[in-house]
C-alpha cells in the first residue's frame, strides 16, 4: 500500500520541523544558497558526460527536483512509478549477500553477523559517533547549511552534539504491486535531536561495467541524484570493506547525475570524493562500523556506528513513511 505524505501544517511533522528555519532564512543566505546549487548544476552541465540512458542501464535511478528531499522522496517515488511501499520488520539493505559474489570477493568469507545485519537491517538498532577534521569543517559547513538543510538530505552532523540524542533507522522497500517484485529498498536515516535528513537513500546491487565483481549502489536524489558504487572487500579476519575509490569511468565511486533532455542524463564521476566503509564484529562480539569520506584525498568526516538487535521495530518513525504498511507488518 502507497503511504500518506505528511502535511506541511502538521505541527508533528519532523519535515515541517526541519524546514521551517529554511523559510526564516535572509536574503543574503538564501541568495548564497540560491548560488551554490546553481553553481553545481551548472557544473554537472559543463563539464559531465551526456550519455544516452539505453546505453548506461548501471546509472539508472530516480532522480530528486529542486526544493525539499526528506522523507517524502518515498512517496514520490511510489506514486510516480505506481509502486507500493511496505515497511516490513525484518527488511534487508540487501536482500541476499550473495549476489555480491564474484572473481574477487567471496561471500562466505565474510563474518555471518555482517550478513545478518545486511540482510536484515531493519531490526537493528544504531548508535553513532561523529569527528569532522579541522581542514573539511568549513566545506562540510558551506555544503550543509547551504544546500542539504534547504533540501534536507544529506544533513552530515557537524558537531558531535548532533548525533547525542542517536540516530533513527527505518528500511521501506517499494514494491510492483503485480508481481510483488522488489523495485527500490530504501534506508533513511535521521538525527532524533532535529529530525533532519541525514541519508534519505536507494540501495541495490549494480555491476558496473569497469569492476569485475558486482557492488553495491546508492542513490541519493537531491537536485538530480548522487550514486555511490562501492566495491566490496572481504579482509582476512572476516570483516567487511566497501570502497567507492574507483579511478576511471565506470569503475566504483562517485558520480553526480542531472536530466538531459527525455533520453539523456549528465553526468559527472567525481574521482577525488571517496567513502570507505569497514564493517566488522569486536572483541566483545559487538558489530561496528567505521565510515571515512574524503576530498581531494583530504579527511571530510568520520562517522562510527555500533548496531545491535533492537527489540522492537521504531513504529513511529515507521509511520511517518508508510502507516498502511506498517500496519501490514505487525
Known amino acids: 500500500m502507497s503511504s500518506t505524505p505528511s502535511r506541511p501544517g502538521d505541527k508533528k511533522s519532523p519535515d515541517s520541523a526541519a524546514q521551517a528555519p529554511a523559510r526564516k532564512r535572509s536574503w543574503f543566505y538564501n541568495l548564497v544558497a540560491f548560488f551554490l546549487e546553481g553553481g553545481i548544476q551548472a557544473w554537472i552541465h559543463l563539464t559531465g558526460k551526456r550519455i544516452a540512458k539505453k546505453d548506461a542501464p548501471w546509472l539508472s535511478c530516480p532522480l530528486g527536483k529542486s526544493g525539499p528531499i526528506g522523507t517524502a522522496i518515498y512517496e514520490r517515488i511510489a506514486r510516480d512509478e505506481h509502486l507500493e511501499i511496505l515497511a516490513a520488520p525484518d527488511a534487508g539493505l540487501i536482500s541476499d549477500f550473495d549476489a555480491l559474489r564474484g572473481p574477487s570477493f567471496d561471500p562466505s568469507a565474510i563474518h555471518p553477523a555482517i550478513r545478518q545485519f545486511y540482510e536484515h537491517a531493519a531490526q537493528y538498532h544504531l548508535e553513532v559517533w561523529t569527528e569532522v577534521s579541522l581542514r573539511g569543517r568549513f566545506f562540510l559547513w558551506l555544503l550543509v547549511e547551504f544546500i542539504s538543510r534547504r533540501m534536507d538530505q544529506l544533513n ?72 555511490v558504487y562501492l566495491r566490496p572487500i572481504a579482509h582476512p579476519d572476516g570483516s567487511f570493506g566497501l570502497d567507492s575509490s574507483g579511478a576511471a569511468w565506470g569503475r566504483s565511486g562517485f558520480y553526480r547525475l542531472a536530466a538531459s533532455g ?36 583530504m579527511t571530510i568526516i568520520r562517522l562510527h556506528y555500533k548496531m545491535s538487535l533492537s527489540g522492537a521495530n521504531t513504529t513511529e518513525e515507521h509511520a511517518t513513511i508508510a502507516p498502511a504498511a506498517v500496519d501490514r507488518a505487525r
Open 156 to 227: 552530515f552532523p557537524i558537531s558531535s552534539l548532533e548525533v547525542s540524542r542517536g540516530m533513527s533507522s527505518v528500511v521501506v522497500q517499494l514494491i510492483e504491486p503485480a508481481s510483488g517484485r522488489l523495485v527500490y529498498t530504501g534506508w533513511l536515516r535521521r538525527l532524533k535531536s532535529s529530525g533532519l535528513v541525514i541519508y534519505a537513500g536507494l540501495y541495490s546491487i549494480e555491476r558496473v561495467p569497469a569492476e569485475p565483481d558486482p557492488c553495491v549502489k546508492v542513490t541519493f536524489p537531491c537536485n538530480g541524484s548522487a550514486n
Open 262 to 297: 527525455n533520453e539523456h542524463w549528465r553526468v559527472r564521476y567525481v574521482r577525488t570524493l571517496h567513502e570507505l566503509f569497514h564493517v566488522y564484529v569486536d572483541d566483545e562480539n559487538v558489530l561496528r562500523v567505521d565510515h571515512t569520506v574524503s576530498f581531494l584525498g
